[in-house]
């Protein structure tokens, strides 16, 4: 009866394969190689699933030219008033409970400070203003 049931179980095996898997062994090797690329994919996914986002490194900037001198004497009376000037207007707004605000100041648009003599207005006028809105951003957080 013992051989009957084995025949039986080939017979049972032979029709769920149908064919392809006739003998114990190879049947062995199939779900070993099922169970391998389960587990691959597996991998696979738990490791992707830390790259969830990109991130992006941007390159240092070129070095400055071996005669470069620095900013300009007009860049640098411009950003040394605008940013002192910002962050003493942001530190009194956020002082006094006024909303952020850096284009509201008189000092934003009147850009005191211009000396003629270094170099055009425009030029002062927009520096200054850049470094105005740091400013005001550094003296308005830091005293909230």
């Known amino acids: 009866m013992h051989a009957t049931l084995q025949h039986f179980a080939r017979v049972r ?3 769920a394969c149908k064919g392809h898997c006739m003998r ?3 049947r062995m090797t199939h779900m070993k190689l099922s169970q391998f690329a389960l587990l691959l994919v597996s991998a ?4 992707l699933a830390g790259c969830s986002h990109t991130t992006y490194v941007q390159a240092p900037p070129p070095p400055p030219p071996a005669n470069w001198q620095g900013p300009s004497p007009l860049v640098s009376l411009a950003e040394h008033n605008g940013f002192r000037d910002g962050r ?3 530190a009194r707004d956020a002082l006094n409970g006024r909303p952020y605000r850096p284009e509201h100041d008189a000092r934003f648009h ?3 400070g ?3 003599g ?3 207005f425009p030029a002062y006028r927009d520096y ?3 470094a105005y809105t740091r400013g005001y951003y550094q003296g308005f957080t830091r005293h909230e």
Request: charged letters at 25%.
């Open 118 to 120: 270094m170099g055009p």
């Open 44 to 47: 696979g996914a738990v490791a």
């Open 128 to 130: 200054y203003r850049n």
């Open 110 to 112: 009147n850009t005191p």
């Open 24 to 26: 114990p062994g190879k």
């Open 114 to 116: 211009y000396d003629p």
């Open 88 to 90: 003493e207007d942001g």
């Open 13 to 15: 095996v032979r029709t």
